[in-house]
């Protein structure tokens, strides 16, 4: 394991990239970068846009410096507005986008505007739930009956809500959800299904697509992260030990199936790796789930987890992070946004969850997830 003073000049170093990438990244709502490390500027409805200021809010937490919570304040505030306009555009991924805004902006600063905005978003996730099949509706149009394995973080939304109103509907929801995906979205060896399907009017499970992995029988790199992750945080919310230990599952199968630099490709399962990317975001994602899972087990496991998580960290740290490149918006090299991506580059939110890792490294102590 890397002392603490290894992790601790690593912060001292993210401190000096994120306040020079605000200037440079401006008003933009940051999603991918490409080769020139400069971020596109994707649209406030888009899934992603809770990433930016997440960052922004840790670095706060980490540090105690103004500008950072000046550059993340006015970021719950845009996103409400999609709630009223008219587009279809909101979906599940409310939990990622108001989690990282709203909620950790209530948690730092007590904003009352901010925990309406949370609670408002809790209401709409709580109500893409469908009782038949007990599951979360993924996306809109006519995919009634899609559910997804990223919505397991998306759940912490409902977990944060009971625990701020009082009111448990929400955390029985996000169970109802988790223990859907448990059944039907986590194979016996740890692998994790992308999209299961679902009859909606009866909830009887019919089918799993591939999603942004290979196929249907593959493990889409970072849908594992979010399982790894989701279901630590539904031990950490519930401890009930069924979750503990499909988290743990799932990690064994991630730490089993990355190569050797412990940074996977976009998939598992690839005949080939011939001209397949890595996703970066994935092991950035898996690195904060599995200092979670650190943190629960006896002593005597502690090591396994924290180890993979630190020995994830440090390839990131080394091998793929913009340390040598000021003009790089991004921080990580080498994410790729799925496995049919036409090109890998920086994910913004790749980059959300290293700083998460190392900020837990030191010593960070408020949890959104
Ligand atoms: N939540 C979508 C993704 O991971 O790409």
């Known amino acids: 394991m890397m002392s603490s003073a290894y992790w601790n000049e690593i912060m001292e170093r993210l401190d000096e990239k994120v306040t020079r990438t605000i200037s440079q990244m401006g008003d933009k709502c940051p999603h991918f970068a490409g080769e020139d490390g400069k971020f596109d500027d994707i649209g406030s409805d888009w899934w992603t846009t809770g990433f930016w200021p997440g960052m922004l809010w840790i670095m706060h937490d980490m540090t105690g410096k103004e500008h ?62 469908n009782p038949a099949g007990r599951f979360i509706r993924a996306w809109n149009g006519e995919r009634y009956g899609w559910a997804i394995i990223d919505c397991m973080l998306n759940i912490s939304l ?15 929801i996000a169970i109802a959800h988790a223990e859907t995906t448990m059944e039907h979205g986590i194979r016996e060896d740890g692998s994790t299904k992308h999209i299961l399907s679902f009859d909606a009017e009866t909830g009887t499970y019919i ?17 594992t992260a979010w399982g790894l992750y989701g279901f630590i945080n539904a031990y950490r919310n519930t401890g009930d030990a069924r979750f503990l230990n499909t988290a743990k599952r799932i990690a064994h199968y991630f730490i089993a199936a990355s190569p050797e630099d412990y940074v996977p490709y976009s998939d598992f399962r690839f005949e080939s790796l011939e001209g397949r990317y890595r996703d ?3 092991a950035a994602i898996a690195a904060s789930g599995l200092l979670e899972i650190a943190e629960v087990v006896p002593a005597g496991e502690k090591g396994l987890y924290a180890g993979a998580a630190e020995r994830i960290l440090r390839s ?10 000021p003009d790089h918006e991004a921080l990580l090299l080498h994410g790729s946004s799925s496995v049919s991506a036409e090109a890998e ?10 700083i998460e890792a190392i900020a837990k490294l030191n010593g960070w102590k408020h949890r959104i997830y």
Request: a negative charge; glycine letters at 8%; charged letters at 25%.
């Open 158 to 172: 409902l977990f944060w809500a009971s625990k701020a109103t009082g009111d448990p509907r929400y955390k029985h």
């Open 280 to 282: 970066s975001s994935a």
């Open 68 to 129: 950072y919570k000046n550059a993340a304040w006015r970021w719950d505030e845009e996103l409400e507005q999609w709630f009223i306009k008219p587009t279809e555009e909101m979906h599940h991924d409310v939990g990622f986008q108001f989690l990282s805004t709203a909620v950790i902006k209530h948690m730092i600063t007590g904003d009352k505007d901010a925990f309406r905005r949370g609670i408002e978003a809790a209401n709409f996730l709580a109500a893409r739930y």
């Open 316 to 325: 990131l740290t080394e091998n793929y992070a913009t340390w040598d490149y």
């Open 207 to 223: 089918e799993n697509f591939g999603g942004q992995g290979l196929s249907a029988e593959s493990s889409w790199s970072r849908g």
């Open 345 to 354: 580059g920086s994910l913004i939110y790749g980059d959300y969850y290293y």
